[in-house]
């Protein structure tokens, strides 16, 4: 639906994963927007899902309706011209009184412009919101109407964070993501989503950060898959991954993938020492 692409843009860093899967996002990552005396914390959650069965679905529901608790305002992102009946129960999950504001996403993929307002009409009818905000996550250049409507809805009080700062994780955090979106981009069907990444070290130099991770699967036959023929397919995620790091933290990664066969695991990698990564530059 875009909402991961969209936190990137308001931000104007690649901090969360984005891809063409569904459940990219598995874990809630906090990105904030500093606005002049106006400061956004946008959670990014797992999308909540209604027509995937299981224990995954059922967990990132749980993770996404989490994420509710406690905030101003909610910007609801949809797709233009798709609103269907899992999306009419996504509406009606979210609490009452609490300030919705209807993203709708994707707007430069309409054939026809003309559709978006007979759609408003129709998203329009199904539950109340604090206002309408069309527009295309990965075209626009100004985000301000969708600022200014949450703005609305804020709290006035002394800034939270730092003006410099990006989010509340670390580049481990954010080393291990990027890792997981290339496994989402180089790998088939469902094998991204039985893949763990884990960082073995992480050591931060002065300009440079080297990194040394594994890719964890459950089976050999999934080790080979992930490696592929002469490693191509290994070399091809691991330098994807190192140049977003690099353009993400604004220095040199030196990065160290390896492929583990780990039967049993269970995925939970320890954060360390994680400071939380902001736009400041490196002196
Ligand atoms: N054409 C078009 N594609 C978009 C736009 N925004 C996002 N996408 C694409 O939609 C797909 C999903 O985007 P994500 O940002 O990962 O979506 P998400 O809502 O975070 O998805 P999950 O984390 O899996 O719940 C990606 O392939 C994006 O490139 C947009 O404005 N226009
Ligand atoms: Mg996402």
Redesign the pocket.
């Known amino acids: ?6 936190l990137n843009r308001l931000i104007g860093r690649k901090l ?10 598995r874990s809630q990552l906090l990105g904030i927007v500093t606005d002049g005396s106006r400061q956004f914390g946008f959670v ?1 959650t ?2 909540l899902q209604s027509n995937r069965s299981g224990h995954r679905s059922r967990s990132f529901n749980r993770e996404a309706v989490q994420a509710l608790e406690g905030v101003d305002a909610v910007a609801w ?1 949809i797709e233009a011209d798709r609103f269907g009946a899992e999306d009419e129960a996504v509406g009606a999950a979210l609490p009452a009184g609490l300030p919705v504001v209807l993203v709708i ?5 309409l054939a026809d412009k003309r559709s978006l307002l007979p759609f408003i009409d129709r998203v329009r009818a199904s539950r109340e919101f604090a206002a309408i905000v069309p ?5 626009d250049a100004d985000f301000s109407p969708l600022l200014d409507a949450l703005a609305e809805h804020l709290p006035r009080q002394p800034l939270l964070y730092d003006p410099d700062a990006l989010t509340d994780r670390g580049e481990r955090h954010l080393a291990t993501e990027i890792l997981r979106e290339k496994l989402f981009r180089y790998l088939g069907a469902e094998l991204p989503y039985e893949c763990d990444v884990r960082i073995d070290q992480f050591e931060e130099l002065p300009r440079l950060r080297r990194i040394f991770a594994t890719v964890l699967v459950a089976k050999p036959g999934q080790k080979a898959i992930v490696i592929g023929e002469g490693g191509v397919q290994l070399k091809a995620i691991a330098s994807a991954a190192r140049l977003d790091m690099e353009s993400l933290f604004g220095c040199k990664v030196y990065l160290e993938l390896w492929v583990k066969v780990e039967r049993n695991r269970r995925a939970k990698a320890s954060s360390g020492d994680d400071r939380p990564l902001t736009g400041r530059d490196e002196g």
């Open positions: 639906m875009g909402k991961s692409t969209l969360a994963i984005v891809s063409r899967r569904p459940q990219t996002t990014d797992p999308g992102v996403n994707k707007i430069d993929r527009v295309s996550a990965e075209r």
